[in-house]
């Protein structure tokens, strides 16, 4: 059984889009967007509403292990460090006036809540975890929660590591008279942090001698208005490393002056080869400034301008 995500366009249309599915060969105007199948909306006791300025209760850098398919080098059942983010707005204000811990939800439970769930068990992907993780929420007060879940040593090349975002938010619903607040997906992405490459890149006469290091941070992002679920997990960390494979490819054989062109490459690199709806590219330079750490480009494309890319080209050559 698959797993969709219906995505609008614009106001007048909708597409679909399928996210890495092994079969490459899709129609464009049939594309999926894969994401977990726990969002379905799920009927909650009624809250009152947020106020209008929310706190935040947060959990940075959660370091457990857990199976989530195959690992770096293709093995299975392997077990992976797994390092997760939390961020859930609720109100704090009869805590910060009573000074009562029973009057706010505690960041000590929400911990226990995820490592019981998720520390030493078997998943079959990045995606298998995060929608057991995003199932938490049920449980939880607040209006809306921000997660990430990342697989640092999840691919080779990449140091910081492959993983899974969310933006969930609570809308309130009225089914058969009942009113209910129900998870709904606010955003998503795939994430990868810190694709260690090397090319030659820069504008100065010594740059176009040597290649330089580069880290490269990629995210493939999908929205969730109004959503159709199902489930998807079969293939998704192989087109994940054919994807990458792809900018390793074009990257190392690359000669720009520009971070700019080259973050435009890659990202016409990924939405030519796979079935993704829209990516943002990062390129840093860690040597290119002498008192930096690092100086760099960040850019955001989707298939629009994939489309209007290629009608600019086709045009062009029709006027030789």
């Not at 929310?54 to 080098?73: E, F, H, K, M």
């Amino acid at each position: 059984m698959e797993r969709f995500l219906r995505v609008g366009d614009d106001s007048n249309s909708t597409q679909v889009i399928q996210a890495f599915d092994n079969d490459l060969s899709i129609n464009p105007d049939e594309i999926s967007l894969a994401i977990p199948d726990v969002l379905t909306p799920i009927a909650m006791p009624l809250t009152p509403p947020p106020s209008s300025q929310l706190d935040t209760i947060y959990l940075r850098n959660l370091q457990l292990s857990a199976v989530i398919g195959p690992d770096a080098w293709n093995r299975p059942d392997k077990l992976q460090p797994i390092v997760l983010s939390l961020q859930l707005q609720v109100d704090t204000t009869s805590a910060g006036s009573s000074d009562d811990i029973r009057n706010t939800f505690s960041y000590g439970q929400i911990c226990k809540d995820v490592t019981t769930k998720l520390d030493g068990k078997t998943f079959t992907s990045i995606d298998h975890l995060t929608s057991d993780l995003a199932g938490l929420a049920d449980n939880w007060p607040g209006d809306t929660l921000k997660l990430q879940a990342m697989a640092p040593k999840g691919m080779l090349r990449v140091e910081g590591g492959f993983g899974r975002g969310f933006f969930l938010r609570r809308v309130e619903t009225k089914t058969h008279g009942w009113k209910t607040l129900n998870w709904q997906v606010g955003s998503h992405e795939w994430i990868v942090k810190g694709l260690k490459l090397a090319c030659i890149i820069g504008v100065n006469p010594h740059e176009r001698v040597e290649k330089q290091n580069l880290s490269i941070d990629i995210s493939i992002q999908g929205e969730a208005e109004v959503a159709e679920y199902t489930l998807q997990i079969k293939g998704g960390f192989e087109t994940w490393r054919r994807l990458i494979k792809c900018v390793c490819d074009v990257v190392e054989v690359s000669s720009f002056e520009t971070l700019e062109a080259l973050c435009t490459l890659i990202a016409k690199t990924a939405l030519e080869g796979f079935p993704i709806p829209r990516i943002t590219v990062g390129i840093e330079k860690p040597s290119a400034l002498t008192f930096v750490e690092g100086a760099g480009v960040e850019i955001v494309r989707d298939r629009r301008w994939l489309l209007k890319l290629k009608a600019e080209s086709n045009l062009g050559q029709s006027l030789v």
